[in-house]
């Protein structure tokens, strides 16, 4: 298999990719990773004239958090860099959890987070990460930046809130109230599978009082789940039998699975609510300073 | 040499421009004149004539295409020949020197991790970027490394296997 054709430039500069998605108009594709892309190139469900490559352009890879404590992903990290980051090992728990269950390890050393995150697949790991980290996508255009808010990017199914001639530059996550907690887990059906379903929790906590909670899934619902207003049954409240098992429900309820080869949207709905329970009981059980 | 997709039997056309590459594969440099939409698998394979590197699923889903990129491993069909302009490619090919087998290879062999082979190339890439980065994995590091790469054959305990031999002898020789 090969794509259609189409040209092809590797610019240098953010201002010179924006210039070349500008006069596109529309029918320029950014290519990062290309471990989403390339294979739709593959199959011609995308047909761009123009491919602008942005993985030339230096100082988009990194990682770091700043001194007020928010987290900062530029567009060329790979999902291995997450993977293998001490920080985020250290600091950010979700985070760090998802990133071994991201695909393969070798379309982690080529895929980026950011790139994730604009496919909006509704199976994929970082979207939900990021809705449940409460995060937002910085976004260049040949007006400047601006920054749009998770629950606003991702729109549906493969689809985000970019205009033609925008590229997101980094991802923010917000500093945590108080300690970042929280984790993420994934039924995958074989190592590297998609998954069947998957829970991203943050949570904020203060000694064991939780000061903000975020939920979303994968998986389970013709977009990413936006599941951040069960947080409501555990902000301001301890970790206990009783808040875990209310925030699991709530988070199930909102789940919109369907019924497939990957098991029944009952067992798809069970699967996020033992995972729910899984994670805060694991991070109840934690010595939190 | 051009490297086109020929088969289609049209012209290329006038506004895509040819593009000339020069990659550093198996440390000899390598120019071609290619499509921008030519896989880098395919540029490998039919181009160069180096078809140690496998094409098995087409859809990133195998592994058996994998090559080291600037010491990477990649899935070569699901990268464009382009973008590895400047490069480093390390193939198959790269492994053995004239007279001796790379310890993967040899592990191989000694451990009969093969069978149709197909996979083959694409595994002992795949180690040898786990090996670069660790000489001495544990089993399970060895099978978390190969993951993405899929044998329809051997049931993987003798790659697994494999790379343990291969390790031993890279520690052995280093001391
Ligand atoms: C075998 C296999 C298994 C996988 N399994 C999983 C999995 O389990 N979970 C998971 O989450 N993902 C999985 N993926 C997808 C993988 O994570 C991709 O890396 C990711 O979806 C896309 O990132 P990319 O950098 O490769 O983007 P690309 O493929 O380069 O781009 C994807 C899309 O986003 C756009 N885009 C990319 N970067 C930007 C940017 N900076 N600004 C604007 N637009 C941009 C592109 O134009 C394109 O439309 C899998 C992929 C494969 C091949
Ligand atoms: S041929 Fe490239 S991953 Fe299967
Ligand atoms: S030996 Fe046949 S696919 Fe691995």
Redesign the pocket.
Known sequence: MYPSRFKYESPKTIVEAIKLLDAGKGDA???????????MLKLRF?FPDQIVD?NNIPGLDYIRFDADGSLHIG?LVR?EHLEKSVEISMRQPTIAAAAP????PI?RA???F???V??A?P????AATMIALHGSIV?QGPKGKRTIAMKDFVLGPYANS?NYN????EAVIPAPKGVARGGYLKL?RRV????TASVAVALDMSGDTVLNAGFAL?GVGGKTIDANEAASALIGQKLTEATIAKAAQLVAALAEPRTDHRGSAEYKRHIVETFVKRILVANSAQKVA | MSSLYEEINTPPASDIPVRRVTINVNGEARTANVEPRLLLAHLLRQGFKLTGTHTGCDT??CGACTVLFDGRPIKSC?MFAVQADGHDVQTVEGLASASELHPLQEGFKQEHALQCGFCTPGMMMAAKALLEENLNPTEDEIRWALSGNLCRCTGYQNIVKAVLWAAEKMRAELN
């Open positions: 594709k950014v290519l990062a990773g290309g471990q989403s892309l390339v294979p995308a942005i567009a999902h269950l991201v695909a393969d379309v080529r895929g980026t950011v790139g994730s604009c496919h697949d199976q994929g790991d970082w976004v970019l925008e590229i997101a530059i995958e590297g599978d998609f998954a994968a | 990133t889903n699901t």
